[in-house]
């Protein structure tokens, strides 16, 4: 939808949905993109939207997602809300005609992400998962690699990725707010393993948990 052509040509007003600290990254990261603005942002609380727009010097604060979507002057929308909400959101954003860039992950499961797609598609919109370090210019060599066959054919692939977590928001604790290893973590190596290996599906998946604590945060991703 999307073309490099297209974008060079004008400016592109962004729309933020949620105020969270993700949001005020992206937010701080925005001031570095050409050819572009953030233009409104959008929370459940007019007043969270108004203070958060005047700390990033955001010129339309809206009480409501529904308004922000429905502003014409919009182009495109972050969404930076907890993950079990991305699906309304997506579907809100690409009836109003906005292309989407929601962080990850896009969706809580594969029937919702299929369907996003496809009404992405419909739209003739962009969706776009934001998987911030693909975009690192290791992955770009990495890219190059694999189209010039220098590894070979892969077979094998090990990541591991791990921090320690610091439970300072009521999300990092809520089960029914998405939170777990696979979702919050481990989405990073396995895009990396999807970059690797393409289109091939694996033939089996298997996981495995070391219990640390009696938290049911992971036990629910682990089944």
């Known amino acids: 939808v999307l073309t490099l052509n297209d974008m060079s040509q004008k400016i592109w007003r962004w729309g933020i949905?949620?105020?969270?600290?993700?949001?005020?990254?992206?937010?701080?990261?925005?001031a570095?993109?050409?050819a572009s603005e953030v233009a409104a942002v959008g929370s459940r609380a007019l007043e969270t939207a108004?203070?958060?727009?005047?700390?990033?010097?955001?010129?339309?604060?809206?009480g409501s997602y529904k308004e922000l979507v429905e502003d014409s002057n919009l182009d495109i929308i972050y969404i930076g809300t907890?993950?079990?909400?991305?699906?309304?959101?997506?579907?809100?954003?690409?009836?109003?005609?906005?292309?989407?860039?929601?962080?990850?992950?896009?969706?809580?499961?594969?029937?919702?992400?299929?369907?996003?797609?496809?009404?992405?598609?419909?739209?003739?919109?962009?969706?776009?998962?934001?998987?911030?370090?693909?975009?690192?210019?290791i992955y770009?060599?990495?890219?190059?690699?694999?189209?010039?066959?220098?590894?070979?054919?892969?077979?094998?692939?090990?990541?591991?990725?791990?921090y320690n977590i610091t439970f300072k928001t009521p999300?990092?604790?809520d089960v029914t707010l998405g939170v777990g290893a696979t979702m919050d973590m481990g989405i990073y190596p396995l895009s990396v393993a999807s970059l690797v290996f393409g289109c091939v599906r694996p033939n089996q998946i298997k996981a495995?948990?070391?219990y640390t604590s009696p938290s049911p945060r992971d036990r629910q991703k682990s089944r």
């Open 82 to 137: 907890p993950h079990p909400f991305h699906k309304e959101h997506i579907q809100m954003s690409l009836n109003c005609g906005k292309h989407v860039l929601c962080e990850k992950p896009c969706t809580m499961n594969e029937k919702e992400q299929q369907e996003v797609i496809n009404l992405a598609k419909e739209k003739g919109l962009l969706l776009m998962n934001a998987i911030f370090t693909l975009h690192f210019p």
């Open 50 to 62: 108004q203070n958060f727009a005047q700390k990033h010097k955001i010129k339309k604060a809206y």
């Open 208 to 210: 495995c948990l070391l």
């Open 17 to 30: 949905i949620g105020t969270g600290a993700i949001c005020n990254d992206f937010v701080k990261a925005m």
């Open 140 to 162: 770009d060599k990495l890219r190059e690699m694999l189209k010039d066959g220098v590894l070979g054919d892969i077979t094998f692939f090990s990541a591991g990725l791990g």
């Open 171 to 173: 999300r990092s604790r």
């Open 32 to 34: 570095f993109v050409p």
